[in-house]
């Protein structure tokens, strides 16, 4: 069974970064892209980043770029996000995301939740 | 841009229910397939994927849910509503980075 399990959400200070982590299991992690997608309270889905097996390529929205980074530990089977310079907007449930064959999303986490405020 | 129509829709049990998705430009990848994907995600929970590839159901998905379209003009469809089907449902699209999904349509009973 896909497990994604995120952790590293909580209150976080706008201007401040935190790290967010997301353990894999229960498929070959290193043989698929992940994605980050956020939902903001009461509001739509939004991908903000992406990553292919090897880290050889990745993608941000235009939301993100330049504050947020992605990267991958293949070896502990782990997906990040390194989020900086943090903002009110970008607060919101942060879900840990497989991709799927054929330019799809197969499996999500429970997501871990980023809360932006002084 | 993936929009999304109705944003909200409310349906009695029983009857059928339709969300449109409309892609600002052809869907049309490189190689030749569309990939389009429709997601429900129920009050509390995780969005799950219900349609990939325009037309091709998830396992365990009720064959009540359909997928329909061509081009950049897209169509989920619920043929007879059930009161588990309340929810949001959105549209994905999965052939450039990033992915871009719709506004999302929400579903309740009437």
């Known amino acids: 069974e896909v497990q994604l399990v995120e952790s590293g959400g909580g209150l976080v200070q706008p201007g401040r970064s935190v790290r967010l982590s997301c353990v894999a299991s229960?498929?070959?992690?290193?043989?698929?892209?992940m994605h980050w997608v956020r939902q903001a309270p009461g509001k739509g889905l939004e991908c903000v980043s992406s990553?292919?097996?090897?880290?050889?390529?990745?993608g941000y929205a235009d939301s993100v770029r330049g504050r947020f980074t992605i990267s991958r530990d293949n070896a502990k089977r782990s997906l990040y996000l390194q989020m900086s310079s943090l903002r009110a907007e970008d607060t919101a449930l942060y879900y840990c995301?497989?991709?799927?064959?054929?330019?799809?999303?197969?499996?999500w986490g429970q997501g871990t939740l980023v809360t932006v405020s002084s | 841009v993936m929009t999304q129509s109705p944003l909200s829709l409310s349906v009695t049990l029983g009857q059928p229910a339709s969300i449109s998705c409309r892609s600002s430009?052809?869907?049309?990848?490189?190689?030749?397939?569309?990939?389009l994907n429709w997601f429900q995600q129920r009050p509390g929970q995780s969005p799950r994927r219900l349609i990939y590839?325009?037309?091709k159901r998830d396992s365990g998905v009720p064959d009540r849910f359909s997928g329909s379209g061509s081009g950049s003009d897209f169509t989920l469809k619920i043929s007879r509503v059930e009161a588990e089907d309340v929810g949001l449902y959105y549209c994905?699209?999965?052939?450039?980075?990033?992915?871009?999904f719709g506004q999302g349509t929400r579903l309740e009973i009437k």
């Open positions: 590839q325009i037309s």
């Open positions: 995301v497989k991709d799927a064959p054929k330019g799809s999303i197969d499996h």
């Open positions: 990553i292919t097996p090897r880290s050889d390529k990745v």
């Open positions: 994905l699209q999965g052939g450039l980075w990033p992915y871009t």
């Open positions: 430009q052809s869907l049309v990848y490189s190689d030749g397939n569309i990939y």
């Open positions: 229960g498929f070959k992690f290193d043989d698929y892209v």
